[in-house]
């Protein structure tokens, strides 16, 4: 049995996919400050879970913006990649990825199988992003896994500005003096990143079918403003965090596959499990 | 700042004509300073692209090109502290940074009544007068000047206007263009009659005559030397054009400008006998397709030609068009065939664009290198202090995506068969500013590059198939 790894380490969550034929093990846990140390504890739990040991990955791919620091992978690919090779494999009608991380949200088209054609990035300002959110939560006292259940219960959603994360702080701690509810002001914070969000992605053509994934898709009020903005339903990953795992994972046993039908077997790191040295 | 600029890897160019841009721009910038302290010519803060540098060379006017020297502080790295004292004065940061700059640097310079501490090769001279031009390509650029009057109140100003009909997809710009024209005559005599009062001399119309034949066989000189770069592999990219720029920009209607770009002719043409591409094993074929570049990280050119990405064509600062394929009058007037230039330049894709429904003069432009460069993907750069670059960059990539679609199309091929052909183009934009560092970070960009690289290798690798 061949199997592959794929590590996404992102600003906000790391993520560990081992694969065979299906899904074998998955791993999630926040990134921190000291990431390029936390590779190889990401990726010896996703073996412990497996069952598995490290010489037994046949080939292993990082992901995400601390890809550089995966000093065991034998290949790095861009996020980009990741997801779209990742929600090709699971939804194979699928044509636009939005990803809102932690720290970023961005926007793939991809074609039929699973190949980006084209992308966009947000990365300059946390209001498009799920840290939007966070803060925003952070100031209401709310559970950051509470806001979507919350923002359903809105009847009025307020207008909150989306230019800029403090901004909106601060005009969300004025509203709620004004006696405006927690539900409409959590409602309006969700569909101010959203509009945000479906700005973005209208940069590039959205086509159906639209799969969200990252944390923003694991809140229900995000998926369905966002849903709302860009005028039609949006499909959800079982596990939306680990797309780009999934997709890194799957690249390796693409590149595995290719190097074995021309009678060779890929390039490979030796697999010591070493942290990133820090420079 | 001066331990950053040591650590910073300079770009490397494939060309040694833009290997010799830096000295000779410093040159430019010590001229102007050495004309201040002999006091024999007038000096004049001016605009690039505004069809009188032949007039000024002509009444041996020196040239300060204020964007220039912006260009240059950000190139430099040391923008900052003159963007921030332009701050300190009330002028917002979301204003063009060039002029932002450009004001910090002349209030500092007239506060101080000496050139500021460190001012890049040498600093900006005190100007003896202003000409600014208020045209449809920038604002900033009759306000600017506006603006540095507050600290320089005894130098005058001078505006052109140089206008140009706007695209009307159902009006054949030629009804009207003789309006247009008679009143940018009217502007370039009047700036005449202004220079002649300020330098006390008379315009010699032979002189100027010959300067304007010389800069007619410039433009046409640097188009064919472009149109050298549709070569595979390419022997210059973008990255060296954001600095061969500088005689087209800068110093038009000189000798020097012409024989810069005949040795540029020269040195592509041996390239290309040699099969040397701008880099080594050409992958990708990229456009340059709008928007300033960051001048503080031209490094970024070298990050893509790492991945064998080279750039054949641009539309930034390429501001020539052939004489030769301009549809406009015969003149022996050089004030009115510079103004017949400046109309046949601005609506040189207007006629195309008329015959493709729902298109528009710039993306015929995109269309236009797109084909004949053999071009893969395009790349564009929304600087967020350009307005006049930023707005329709990406109306623009929506109107090609119209064309260049993401499946396999029927186009005729060789002897007029029809061929199926997948025509798609991924974009990526860039997003920072031209001299504002605070909005640039290396490794976004490069992640995006990375991942705009991979997509152009996936769709590769899916065509191969």
């Known amino acids: 049995m061949e199997y592959y790894a794929g590590i996404d380490i992102g600003s906000t969550m790391t993520k560990a996919v081992i694969l065979a034929e299906e899904i074998v093990a998955s791993v999630i846990g926040p990134t921190g400050p000291e990431h390029r140390r936390l590779a190889n504890k990401v990726m010896e739990e996703a073996l412990r879970r497996a069952g598995l040991a490290l010489e037994s990955i046949t080939y292993i791919i990082s992901t995400g913006y601390g890809r ?6 034998d290949k790095q690919v861009t996020e980009i990649s990741c997801h779209a090779r990742g929600v090709g494999s699971l939804f194979p009608q699928a044509r636009t990825v939005i990803d809102i991380g932690g720290q970023d949200s961005k926007a793939i088209t991809i074609d039929a199988n699973g190949r980006p054609t084209n992308f966009i990035m947000n990365d300059k300002c946390a209001a498009g992003s799920g840290r939007f959110i966070e803060v925003i939560a952070d100031s209401l006292g709310v559970k950051l896994e509470e806001m979507g259940d919350i923002s359903l219960r809105s009847t009025h959603p307020a207008k909150i500005s989306n230019i800029c994360t403090i901004w909106a702080q601060q005009e969300v701690a004025a509203r709620l003096a004004e006696g405006v509810p927690v539900p409409d002001l959590v409602a309006g914070i969700h569909e101010a990143l959203a509009d945000r969000v479906a700005r973005m992605a209208k940069r590039l053509k959205v086509e159906k079918e639209v799969v969200l994934t990252g944390g923003g898709a694991k809140n229900k009020g995000l998926l369905k403003a966002l849903s709302e903005q860009l005028g039609c339903e949006i499909l959800v990953p079982p596990e939306p965090l680990i797309t780009g795992a999934l997709g890194a994972a799957l690249l390796g046993k693409d590149i595995v596959q290719k190097a074995l039908k021309s009678g060779k077997r890929p390039e490979t790191k030796k697999r010591t499990l070493e942290e990133a040295k820090l420079h | 700042m001066a ?10 160019t494939a060309t040694k004509a833009a290997a010799s841009i830096g000295p000779m721009v410093k040159e430019s910038i010590t001229s102007t300073i050495r004309a201040r302290e002999e006091g024999k010519q007038k000096i004049a803060y001016t605009f690039i692209v505004c069809q009188h540098d032949e007039i000024l060379r002509a009444m041996d006017i020196v040239p300060v090109w204020t964007e220039n020297y912006s260009g240059i502080c950000g190139a430099k790295r040391d923008a900052e502290r003159f963007l921030q004292r332009a701050e300190s004065l009330g002028f917002s940061r979301s204003l063009c940074t060039y002029a932002l700059c450009g004001l910090g640097f002349d209030q500092w310079r007239e506060e101080l009544g000496e050139m500021p501490p460190d001012a890049p090769w040498g600093g900006q001279v005190r100007p003896d007068f202003m000409i600014s031009s208020g045209q449809i390509l920038c604002d900033p650029r009759s306000k600017w000047y506006q603006a540095a009057q507050q600290f320089m109140p005894d130098v005058p100003i001078y505006n052109i206007d140089l206008p140009y009909p706007l695209f009307d997809p159902k009006r054949d710009h030629r009804e009207v263009w003789g309006y247009y024209h008679r009143y940018i005559v009217k502007e370039l005599r009047g700036l005449v009659s202004f220079l002649e009062e300020q330098t006390g001399k008379k315009m010699d119309y032979d002189r100027l005559r010959e300067l304007v034949d010389l800069g007619d066989r410039t433009w046409n000189l640097i188009h064919e030397t472009y149109e050298l770069r549709r070569a595979v592999p390419c022997p210059m990219g973008t990255g060296d054009a954001m600095n061969t720029m500088v005689p087209m920009c800068f110093m038009m209607g000189t000798q020097e400008a012409y024989d810069f770009y005949l040795d540029l002719n020269k040195e592509l043409k041996e390239k290309i006998a040699r099969g040397e591409g701008e880099v080594e094993e ?5 456009l340059w397709g709008g928007g300033l570049p960051a001048w503080y990280a031209l490094n970024d050119f070298n990050y893509f030609n790492s991945k064998g990405a080279s750039f054949p064509a641009e539309t930034t600062y390429r501001m020539v068009v052939p004489l030769y394929e301009m549809d406009i009058p015969e003149t022996n007037d050089p004030i009115e065939h510079l103004a017949w230039r400046w109309l046949g330049y601005w609506t040189f894709w207007y006629e195309k664009a008329r015959k493709r429904p729902g298109s528009e003069p710039d993306v015929e432009r995109l269309i236009q290198y797109i084909e004949d460069y053999k071009i893969d993907g395009v790349v564009m750069h929304e600087a967020f202090s350009c307005r006049t670059w930023h707005v329709g960059l990406i109306w623009q990539l929506h109107q090609l995506a119209k064309i260049y679609k993401p499946i396999p199309v029927l186009v005729l091929g060789k002897e007029g068969k029809k061929e199926k052909k997948q025509r798609e ?14 909005s640039y970070s290396e490794v976004d960009t490069r992640n995006k590059i990375d991942a705009f690289i991979e997509t152009l290798e996936s769709l590769r690798r899916a065509r191969a198939a």
């Not at chain 2, 183009?425 to 504002?436: A, F, H, T």
Request: aromatic content about 6%; hydrophobic content about 35%; charged content about 45%.
């Open chain 1, 68 to 73: 550089i620091n995966v000093p065991f992978a």
């Open chain 2, 3 to 12: 331990e950053e600029q040591k650590k910073r890897k300079k770009r490397k």
């Open chain 2, 282 to 286: 050409e992958k990708y074929r990229l």
């Open chain 2, 425 to 438: 183009l991924p974009s990526l934009v860039l997003e920072s500013d031209i001299i504002d560092i605070t």
